[in-house]
């Protein structure tokens, strides 16, 4: 179970590595507002927890439950979540702190072109810079969580699995 769990955490830092190194890659060629990339960077995500959750199933001979399969699949992605709240902090606080500043831009921009006065655009910027992180925090959570479920539900349907002490010898015949 050790062995498991060593694993578990590997490819965990595996899969946020992964994601870190593209938003770095992202943010250094101007191209983190490029919406396609950032559907790219979803099917990236969901794409590794598949196949770390096939690759499980694989690894026990297909011997396995959907369940386990699913929370296998989770337990990374809770992982994932982890490194990526505190890729995240670290982010906006220490490494890249104008982008928060960016971030608050392109929200006043967003808001003229709705059509928003100044005074609402103020407002709603005075509460996000409030709560800023919490935003952040939740956002990340919640994100990597959606995708992360997506991601082992698949990797779970798509693995094979043959249920403990059955075979297709043991099966009665087809009336």
């Known amino acids: 179970m050790e062995n498991q769990k060593g694993k578990l955490w590997e490819k965990g830092i595996i899969i946020a590595?992964?994601?870190?190194?593209?938003?770095?890659?992202?943010?250094f060629t101007g191209l983190d507002k490029n919406k396609p990339l950032g559907w790219l960077n979803m099917l990236i995500f969901v794409g590794l927890i598949i196949y770390f959750t096939m690759q499980q199933s694989?690894?026990?001979d297909g011997q396995v439950t959907f369940g386990n399969l699913f929370a296998y699949g989770f337990k990374i992605v809770a992982i994932v979540i982890l490194i990526m709240i505190t890729w995240s902090i670290l982010m906006y606080k220490?490494?890249?702190?104008?982008?928060?500043?960016?971030?608050f831009q392109i929200q006043r921009e967003a808001g003229l072109k709705k059509g928003a006065t100044e005074d609402q655009i103020n407002a709603?910027?005075?509460?996000?810079?409030?709560?800023?992180?919490?935003?952040?925090?939740?956002?990340?959570?919640?994100?990597?969580?959606?995708?992360?479920?997506?991601?082992?539900?698949?990797?779970?349907?798509?693995?094979k699995r043959i249920p403990?002490?059955?075979?297709?010898?043991?099966?009665?015949p087809l009336s």
């Open 124 to 159: 709603g910027l005075a509460v996000t810079k409030q709560y800023f992180m919490v935003f952040i925090i939740a956002g990340t959570l919640l994100y990597y969580a959606v995708l992360g479920v997506i991601g082992a539900l698949l990797g779970g349907a798509f693995s």
């Open 58 to 60: 694989k690894a026990l």
């Open 164 to 172: 403990a002490g059955s075979s297709p010898f043991n099966q009665e």
């Open 94 to 103: 220490v490494i890249f702190p104008e982008m928060k500043e960016q971030f």
């Open 17 to 27: 590595l992964i994601m870190i190194v593209y938003q770095l890659i992202l943010h």
